[in-house]
């Protein structure tokens, strides 16, 4: 969790940097660059933010799971399908 909150973090201030570049830029070639930084940026905290919404899910998931002793199925983040009973 942590990790992919630094990533955010960090991606949030790269995103911040693009748009101030993008704001001050006087030629287009620059604001071309600015503007693809921009996007990189919000596609990657997009990602991060899903990626970590999707490891909430699994750990709430398992909680309730253990709970009530379901079988759990989980995907894998190599998108494998792991099966998993718990006693």
Excluded at 25 to 50: G, H, N, V, W
Excluded at 52 to 65: D, F, P, S
């Amino acid at each position: 969790d942590s990790d992919i909150q630094k990533k955010i973090d960090y991606e949030i201030r790269m995103r911040d940097g693009a748009c101030k570049l993008l704001a001050a830029c006087s030629q287009r070639d620059q604001a071309l660059e600015a503007s693809k930084s921009l996007l990189t940026c919000s596609s990657r905290i997009l990602a991060y933010m899903s990626e970590l919404q999707r490891m909430k899910e699994a750990q709430v998931m398992q909680r309730v799971a253990r709970r009530s002793g379901f079988l759990l199925f989980s995907v894998a983040p190599s998108n494998n399908v792991c099966v998993n009973s718990i006693s």
